[in-house]
Every structure is written in C-alpha cells, then in structure tokens.
C-alpha cells in the first residue's frame, strides 16, 4: 500500500471512528460510502482494476457519482448566500456573500423535489406553474447536527411569511425568556452583551458655539458613516456602533453623542399586534420562546403570542370561543408544543425586519448556520 493510500484510509477511519462516538449516523454511512469509494478508486484487486479500466461503465458511473456529491454537498453540507439588504450592518453588509454550514444544527432533509438541487429544475420543466411545488410534500425532519441553536449565532431562515431566504441572528434559544428594556436584551433574566458591531439610531450633537458643523467633522462622518445628515440646531441622526459612539465621544466639537430608543409605533406594531401591550422595537416582552415539550398555560396574551405557530407548524386547528380555548375540537387550558422555535433579530436594530415584527422562527425553516465570509468589499469576517 503506497504512502497516499494509507493515508486516505487513515483519514476516512478517523472520521468514520469520529462520527461513530457523536452518533452522527448519517455522516457516519457518508464516511463508508467514502471509503468504498476511495477503495475502489485505488486498489489493485482485479475486480477494481477491471472495473476502472471498462471505460463505458466506469465514466458513466463517475459523471454520476459527481452529479450525486454535488447534490448531496449543496443540501447536507455548505450553501452560498448572498446578504440582500441592511439589516446586520455593520456585522455583514449588503452584496457580502457568506458560507452557510447546514451541518451544525443539522442538514434538513428535502421536504418534496423542488427542495433538491438541480433536481428541482427538472420537475420545474415538467411542472411550468408554481403550484406544482405544492403537490408533492415529504414530513419535515432534520439530521443530528453538532449543536443546537444559541443566542449570538448568526444564520439563515426562510421567512415564515414571504418563503424568502434572510438572515438575522439568534437572540432567543428555544426554551429561553427574552425582553428587550430600553434597546437592551435580556435573556432568562439576565442582560446580554450587544454584538461587537450592532449598530443603533443615535443622536449627535454639536457645540452650541457653532452654528454649522465643522467641515473636517462632516467629512469624517460621511466617510466612516454615509447616511450622515446634518439638521437644525447642530445636531444629527445616524446609525452608530457603540465603538463609533464612544470615537466621535472623543472629538472635541461633538457635545453628546447617544443612542435613542424607538417609541412605540402607531403604524407598524410588533408582533403579537396588541396596542394594550405597548410593546415596540425596543421595548418588548418578556416572552419565552417556545421549544418542544413546553407546556404553557393559556390565556389572552399566550393566545395571541403563540396561535399562529400552533396552527401553521404545530398543525392544528387552534381557536377561542366564549373564553375558552379549543385544540382540534377539545377544550383546553394548557398547550405543550411539539416543535423549537427561536427568536431573529438583526445587529442594525433599528432597521431591520425581524421577529419583533413576524414573531418566532421554527426551526424546520432554518437553512444553517453562517459561519464565514467568502467576499466582502472590507474582507471581514462575521463576529
């Protein structure tokens, strides 16, 4: 056995032996199938010599082992995905492309045909109408990953509302309690830190002695910071990271720099829409975010948070009547969910349309996790 042999077996045992102790199953028979793979590729017994040198079954068989590894990296392993809009600035920006690793919380297995890659474009020529994608619907699962999800992970959803793909970051873990009090999450009780580069409305203002602002601290904002716009009475409205706070703090024609919370909006409320709640995008819950196996006792508020998730992910019919609470035709006074859910928030708090405005995430609609950028004008990575 040559030196490049031994170690490509020593490697595929490794990872065999690896996924064998963490009950990754799944990546486990991928490593065999790896291996018998790799075997074939490379041994000299006589079956596998003949094999790769019968070339009208050995090429078709290649081409179609590269058309199954493509498939099966894009849907179990890494996808690309490009940041469509501002809402995790200054995190990731708009145009920045970013790696998807679905392999942490695990790959979620294909739920009909249209969800393969390359697959689905063949059933989209079969097909040629939208509805098509509807008419055939495998159950929802997903395989073991590494982890579960945690408040700080950044990753990638589809939209419980419009099926698009967005990305936000984890404030609320299943099971956890979140509030927001003046801009600042609080997690079980307990006050989290913001994201290094989660960015706020902040108003500057100027020193009362000048009238305008000075040309040199004008530039200096629209070059570090482009929606810079100076109004009346020297002062600005801007988004602004706490560590551009505390530099523009420093200079000495910049009177008060602080963040402003958001008042409640009388357009756009938050999620559950309750205007007696006067809750907004600052100042919000607490809630707790539902997780598979919590029992949660029904009332007014429970009701409104929690009966759109029943109905659409939870799968049933869900309604109240006369003050009482109906699961499936049977009175009820408590709900034990069956799903996980967590709760999406974008770094540029004040602009971003998140679970504040659409409620919780259920985990059959999380892509993965984003672990990297690939491209980005600044090369920076995700934090």
């Not at 065999?16 to 199938?33: K, N, V």
Request: hydrophobic share 40%.
């Amino acid at each position: 056995m040559t030196h490049k042999r031994l170690i490509g077996h020593i490697t595929l045992a490794i990872i065999i032996f690896y996924t064998a102790i963490t009950a990754l199953h799944w990546l486990m028979i991928i490593g065999l199938l790896g291996w018998m793979i790799f075997f074939v590729a490379t041994s000299r017994n006589s079956w596998c010599v003949a094999f790769r040198q019968t070339t009208w079954l050995s090429y078709p068989a290649l081409l179609l082992l590269v058309f199954i590894a493509a498939i099966g990296f894009k849907s179990m392993f890494l996808c690309l995905y490009k940041i469509p809009s501002s809402s995790m600035e200054q995190t990731i920006k708009p145009g920045d492309i970013v790696w998807v690793n679905k392999m942490v919380y695990g790959p979620r297995l294909p739920t009909s045909p249209y969800d393969i890659p390359w697959v689905n474009v063949l059933f989209w020529l079969a097909n040629r109408h939208d509805s098509a994608k509807t008419q055939i619907t495998w159950p929802y699962r997903r395989l073991k990953g590494f982890s579960k999800m945690k408040v700080g992970d950044i990753f990638v959803f589809e939209h419980p509302d419009l099926g698009e793909n967005f990305i936000k970051r984890c404030m609320g873990a299943p099971g956890d309690t979140l509030q927001l009090i003046d801009a600042r999450v609080f997690i079980n009780h307990k006050p989290v830190a913001n994201p290094p580069r989660a960015q706020f409305y902040s108003r500057i203002e100027m020193d009362t002695t000048v009238r305008t602002p000075n040309p040199s601290l004008t530039k200096m904002l629209k070059k570090e910071w482009m929606n810079f716009q100076p109004h009346q009475h020297c002062y600005a409205g801007i988004m602004l990271t706490e560590n551009q706070r505390d530099q523009l703090r420093q200079h000495p024609q910049v009177s008060r720099v602080s963040f402003e919370t958001r008042s409640a909006d009388t357009i756009w409320l938050v999620y559950p829409f309750i205007r007696e709640l006067n809750w907004d995008i600052d100042n919000y819950g607490p809630v707790v975010i539902p997780c598979n196996g919590l029992r949660m006792k029904l009332d007014a508020i429970t009701f409104a948070l929690y009966q759109s998730i029943i109905r659409k992910y939870e799968g049933h019919d869900f309604y109240t009547k006369d003050n009482l609470y109906y699961l499936d035709g049977q009175p009820i006074t408590h709900y034990e969910f069956s799903h996980d859910y967590c709760f999406a928030m974008g770094d540029n708090r004040h602009d971003s349309n998140d679970s504040r405005y659409f409620g919780f995430v259920p985990m059959k609609l999380v892509v993965g996790k984003a672990t990297a950028t690939v491209y980005s004008p600044n090369s920076e990575d995700i934090q």
